[in-house]
């Protein structure tokens, strides 16, 4: 999907929950970069673990609007002119009382609960471990991160 396919599925009446992924960069293409796009009724925001710590020493490597919401990754990391198209794998979306207020709420508080802020590694804990972590707090979601997602299944 392209990112204005996406824009599309924002409906600012409600809070949405949307877990996306791309394509990593080269040399990394063979894998899975996710990220989860936080709708709080019309405030947009995207949450995602990058491989470089944060501006922002007290988030470490958790980055907050590090790009547009569903601007896939570079294709190559020191050119920001081509992208990767999103594939998104879920919506959640509902009221005050929803899962989706609940997972926006956890994702949001998400810079002082989850323990690998300030830790990375290609194998885990990465991105893939930050979405499967938030996902087995909510097991309700039911949606599986692909083979190619490295890092999913770092203890945690």
């Known amino acids: 999907m392209n990112s204005q396919e996406l824009d599309k599925l924002i409906d600012k009446d409600k809070y949405q929950v949307f877990i996306v992924l791309s394509t990593a960069a080269f040399p990394f293409f063979v894998f899975n970069h996710p990220?989860?796009?936080?709708?709080?009724?019309?405030?947009?925001?995207?949450?995602?673990?990058?491989?470089?710590?944060?501006?922002?020493?007290?988030?470490?490597?958790?980055?907050?609007?590090?790009?547009?919401?569903?601007?896939?990754?570079?294709?190559?990391?020191?050119?920001?002119?081509?992208?990767?198209?999103?594939k998104l794998l879920k919506i959640i979306e509902g009221d005050e009382n929803s899962l989706a207020k609940k997972v926006s709420d956890f994702v949001e508080n998400s810079k002082e609960t989850y323990s690998y802020c300030d830790e990375y590694h290609f194998t885990g804990p990465n991105s893939n471990t930050y979405i499967q972590w938030t996902l087995n707090n909510f097991p309700e979601i039911k949606v599986k991160l692909p083979w190619n997602c490295f890092g999913k299944n770092y203890k945690q």
């Open 35 to 86: 990220w989860f796009v936080i709708n709080r009724k019309g405030k947009i925001s995207r949450f995602e673990i990058r491989h470089h710590k944060n501006n922002d020493k007290s988030l470490g490597y958790l980055h907050i609007n590090a790009q547009p919401p569903f601007q896939g990754i570079p294709m190559f990391y020191y050119i920001k002119k081509f992208f990767y198209r999103v």
